[in-house]
């Protein structure tokens, strides 16, 4: 019995450096993955601090993704600047950073893989508008949006005073290019001046536009006189320019 005894002791005691050692593995790999994560963290927030320079977007990082051996070898201190031509609003991005030197020269160029929240200021319907309305200044503001929402491309906003609504806008909802047409300022059937440019020649007439249309369009204009059909470009409202 004594001897079982000694036994079982000699092998606990056989087996304290096995466990040590496991419990050392699993401390260091523990404080290793601590530490990782911390160092990601803290190159989250270093890249969203050159992110709130940005003006024309609001771009913020939501999730550095593998791999991060770029990261691991860069150092915390040096110098950098960051390099936005390859952002998505939907799925992952690629940030690159530049690495400066101390002269301020790109030493190194390293790629982080990111998911991003992007956020543009468009412009929006500050009230429901009809089908064939004409847009007026006060029709829509600007506001920022999530850029992964927009189904297709927005209207900017210098160009939309005077469009024309193809299909109703409800308030709030974002103006869309493919939503909008310029405004038909000759109606078919109008009367419209012609001005008449050529080498040397410049005159005016009346005729009929054969067809609408909106500024910068080439339509027919018939003379009303000889029933000649010419074609000429809308300059402004029932007025058309042909050249010869």
């Known amino acids: 019995m004594m001897k079982n005894i000694f036994k079982f002791v000699l092998l606990i005691v056989a ?9 050392a593995l699993g401390a260091t790999t523990t404080e290793k993955s601590v530490s990782e994560a911390s160092l990601i963290n803290t190159w989250k927030d270093k890249i969203n601090s050159k992110l709130l320079l940005v003006r024309d977007r609001r771009i913020q990082v939501i999730e550095l993704a593998p791999p991060f ?18 952002l998505k609003a939907r799925g992952n991005s690629t940030i690159g950073l530049k690495i400066l030197d101390t002269e301020g020269r790109l030493a190194q160029f390293k790629r982080v893989n990111c ?37 297709s491309m927005v209207a900017k906003s210098n160009e939309l005073v005077g469009k024309v609504i193809r299909n ?19 109606a078919r059937g109008d009367r419209v001046k012609i ?11 009346t005729g009929i536009a054969q067809e609408a ?5 080439s339509i027919k204009i018939q003379n009303p006189e000889s029933r000649k059909e010419l074609v ?3 300059t402004d409202t029932r007025e058309v320019e042909v050249r010869l």
């Open 15 to 23: 087996m304290i450096p096995v466990w040590l050692t496991i419990v």
């Open 69 to 86: 051996k770029d990261l691991f070898e860069t150092s915390l201190t040096q110098t950098f600047e960051l390099d936005l031509s390859d």
């Open 115 to 151: 998911r991003l929240l992007i956020q543009e200021q468009v412009p929006v319907a500050t009230r429901d508008l009809s089908r064939d309305s004409v847009i007026r200044v006060s029709d829509f503001k600007m506001e920022w949006r999530d850029a992964s929402t927009f189904s």
């Open 168 to 186: 109703q806008v409800r308030q709030n909802d974002i103006l869309l290019q493919a939503g909008l047409q310029n405004e038909t300022i000759v």
């Open 195 to 205: 001005s008449v440019v050529g080498k040397g020649l410049s005159l005016t007439a």
């Open 213 to 217: 249309g909106v500024k910068g369009q």
């Open 232 to 234: 000429g470009v809308v």
